[in-house]
């Protein structure tokens, strides 16, 4: 992909209860759905397998993961950062990522999150 496409990618990084795996791939599916309705090239879930404790820094440490956590890495492929602007209120307001339809199945205050222009994708 050349350089100058500016994809705009959002990127998150949370801590799930381990116990709550399948609740959170069914929440996943969903705001998928949404993203992609609105716009999104691809959205993508990631468990943790093989995440290392850091000394100094770490997924877990950012994100205060608990023993019975998991660690989930995600992205959101934009064509643009005009299209995710414009997308982003509509997301939001979507009452299937509403709390009271689709809670999140994790603390969403401990979870960290950015937009991202892309520099490189090879």
Not at 37 to 65: F, K, N
Request: charged share 25%; aromatic share 10%; proline share 7%.
């Amino acid at each position: 992909m050349s350089t100058t496409t500016q994809r705009y990618i959002d990127g998150f990084v949370a801590a799930v209860p381990t116990a709550n795996k399948e609740i959170f791939i069914e929440h996943a599916r969903v705001a998928a759905e949404v993203f992609k309705e609105h716009g999104a090239l691809r959205v993508v879930e990631c468990w943790g397998e093989d995440i290392p404790e850091g000394e100094v820094t770490s997924y877990s440490m950012a994100v205060q993961r608990k023993d019975n956590e998991t660690i989930i890495f995600s992205w959101i492929e934009w064509p643009s950062r005009a299209v995710h602007d414009e997308a982003m209120p509509k997301v939001m307001k979507d009452p299937r990522l509403q709390p009271d339809i689709n809670p999140m199945p994790f603390d969403g205050k401990r979870a960290i999150f950015g937009s991202f222009a892309t520099l490189i994708d090879e």
